[in-house]
């Protein structure tokens, strides 16, 4: 399954998919307090080919979810990038982020651990959740933990 059908169908069908030649752009809406909220989801994949892009949604998003893969190492570096990119376009360090680590279904081919991911975590003062896109995994309690 490809990425792009995995988003969709792991937050329920009622999202919407925009159209995008550079980068997955997702609305979905949810309910806080009592009330709709809309949550805009740009997926980047952490490219620096959208990082103007990124710059947008970040100055004008309220809260984030920085997401790596559990069975990449090198990922879990990219994604103190990304947080740096937040901060600095925020222009604070009190920014809602929840930081998301992905394919906890891939046990075996893990390379982060979770003791590793809580560490960072706990420096970033964010909440920390394992995910599997595949199989629907925390999903939707990620969105609501931000």
């Known amino acids: 399954m ?7 169908t792991t937050i329920d069908d009622d999202i919407d998919q925009m159209s995008s030649i550079c980068a997955d752009f997702y609305r979905k809406e949810i309910e806080v307090d009592s009330e709709p909220a809309y949550l805009e989801i740009l997926d980047t994949a952490g490219t620096e080919q959208f990082a103007s892009m990124r710059d947008l ?3 004008n998003g309220r809260g984030f979810l ?3 893969s559990l069975t990449s190492w090198q990922s879990f570096l990219d994604i103190r990038t990304i947080r740096e990119q937040i901060l600095r376009v925020k222009g ?5 982020i929840c930081l998301i ?3 906890c279904d891939a046990s075996l081919q893990r390379q982060v651990t ?3 991911a809580l560490e960072l975590a706990q ?3 964010c909440p920390y959740i394992e995910t599997s896109a595949k199989l629907a995994i ?8 931000i």
């Open 2 to 8: 490809s990425k792009k059908k995995k988003v969709p």
């Open 57 to 59: 949604y970040i100055k």
């Open 66 to 68: 920085v997401v790596f």
């Open 92 to 96: 604070t360090d009190n920014v809602p």
């Open 101 to 103: 680590g992905n394919k």
């Open 114 to 116: 979770p003791d590793n």
């Open 123 to 125: 420096a970033w003062s």
């Open 138 to 145: 925390n999903v939707n309690d990620t969105f609501a933990e």
